[in-house]
């Protein structure tokens, strides 16, 4: 125990170094259009649900001790090292002192360190995430207030996010007594009373802070209804003055993304968010046309899902016709711009190739969670006490990026920057254990097989594309 400890400071010594040097090439923070829409909501104090309010608010604080996007690049830089400190420390007095070196690794991956130098939703939350998770992983002796601080972590992180429910969960069920998840109905009692506050966060933040709504919810319902129009060949969105919708609609819809139907792309669709958000919302039937649409048409609806879930995921497709990664922030009225520096130069150019390899892939980590949850399907360490994390990780970032298939309309990497960090830290602590790999061979097989197939279809749809 003792020689495991001893390495524990120079631990916190590189997490520190690779956290100065992620705010030296950084500093302030890029903003992105999102970014500016958010702090414009910070600095007024007014609030509506486009962005995560709890965000807005929390940043509107920061401004007390500095403005501008610093603070909040800060909070997710120490969020994040955080976690990642306590996660690598936890698996160094478990005796995984390579485990401990790949979770140092994974979490100063270039796409990560990008990530974290842009002020986002995903970043605040993938960071809050993964303190909560290097605190379960905390020795048992010390678990009553680290237990207390990551259920209130991840109760926040579940405002962040309208999808962070199957990311949050479970890392939350880890967290309950052992007994709590000792049979299947006990288990299944757990994840009921846990779903709760996860459900609640959200809405309940979002009251509190009085957001106005904007009709966020209309993205999705409209970008699956010109999906389905595209697939079907037919119009399903609510009547318009338009001529020849469908035409119109075929022109306007992207597997990619469903910007053209917002109104701040360069050429926004003639049926889009302001011709239709009206009768969407009338007597609420945004829902009751979405529901038709895909009853009337369930196949239309699967083939734009498995289409945009292919890009969104960069599984069979071309990178350069994705979006990349924010390298600099937009234009705003505030001034705030990173400065040029060697720093931010040679991380940006070395994420931005390696965006283009299977470490920029969600595909490839989604089938790597799926992997680990086959080789080690349960929460619970097999005859101990304490919750596996590395299972709780591997299923939150499963869960987490399966609720894009249903729910996504845009195409970005940062919406897995959870699942590829839960997935980096997952694989570091869970297969280099020789009792992970000691289950029948059909397991093994399941687990790895997917992983090389992804692999070499991603490969392969680049190399003929």
């Given amino acids: 125990m003792r020689s495991a400890i001893r390495p524990v400071p120079r631990v916190a010594l590189l997490i520190t170094l690779a956290t100065l040097v992620e705010l030296a090439a950084f500093w302030p923070g890029i903003m992105t259009w999102d970014a500016i829409r958010q702090y414009g909501q910070a600095v007024s104090g007014r609030y509506d649900d486009w962005h995560p ?20 690049l800060v909070l997710q830089a120490i969020l994040y090292a955080s976690g990642t ?31 974290l130098g842009t002020i986002l939703k995903d970043s605040l939350f993938a960071g809050t995430l993964l303190l909560a998770a290097g605190l379960i992983a905390v020795p048992s002796e010390h678990h009553r207030r680290p237990k207390f601080a990551a259920i209130i972590l991840l109760i926040a992180a579940a405002t962040l996010r309208f999808n962070a429910v199957p990311a949050c969960l479970p890392l939350l069920v880890a967290l309950t007594p052992p007994a709590w998840r000792r049979s299947p109905a006990r288990f299944t ?9 996860l459900l609640l966060a959200l809405p309940l933040a979002n009251a509190a802070l009085r957001a106005q709504r904007s009709g966020v919810e209309l993205s999705l319902v409209i970008y699956d209804l010109g999906g389905i129009g595209r697939f079907a060949n037919a119009n399903v969105f609510p009547p318009t003055e338009v001529a020849n919708p469908v035409a119109v609609n075929r022109a306007c819809y992207s597997p990619v993304s469903w910007d053209r139907y917002a109104w701040w792309g360069e050429e926004p669709c003639a049926i889009g968010f302001e011709t239709v958000q009206a009768p969407l919302r009338a ?27 292919d890009r969104n995921t960069r599984f069979l497709v071309r990178d350069g016709d994705l979006p990349g990664l924010s390298l600099a922030s937009d234009p705003n009225r505030w001034g705030y711009a990173v400065a040029p520096n060697a720093l931010n130069r040679g991380i940006t150019t070395v994420a931005t190739m390696a965006l283009a390899t299977p470490l920029g892939w969600p595909a490839c980590w989604i089938a790597l969670a799926f992997g680990l949850v086959v080789l ?90």
Avoid: C
């Fill in 53 to 72: 309010p709890a965000m807005n608010w929390l940043w509107h604080q920061l401004r007390h001790g500095a403005a501008g996007p610093a603070p909040m």
């Fill in 85 to 115: 400190g306590l996660l690598a420390v936890a698996a160094l007095r478990r005796g995984q002192r390579w485990g401990s070196i790949a979770i140092l690794a994974f979490a100063a991956s270039p796409i990560a360190l990008v990530l």
């Fill in 189 to 197: 009692a757990t994840v009921v009373l846990a779903v709760v506050p």
């Fill in 283 to 309: 007597h609420h039937a945004a829902y009751r046309w979405w529901f038709a649409a895909i009853v009337a048409h369930p196949l239309a609806y699967l083939d734009h899902r498995l289409a945009h879930f």
């Fill in 376 to 465: 080690r399907p349960t929460i619970s360490q097999p005859g101990g006490k304490d919750a596996d994390v590395a299972s709780a990780l591997a299923w939150s970032a499963l869960l987490y990026a399966l609720s894009y298939l249903p729910l996504s309309v845009a195409s970005e990497v940062r919406y897995h920057f959870w699942t590829i960090t839960a997935t980096g830290a997952a694989a570091a602590l869970m297969l280099g254990q020789r009792e992970v790999w000691a289950v029948p061979r059909w397991r093994r097989v399941l687990a790895v097989g997917p992983v090389a197939a992804i692999l070499l279809g991603s490969i392969a749809a680049r190399v003929m594309g």
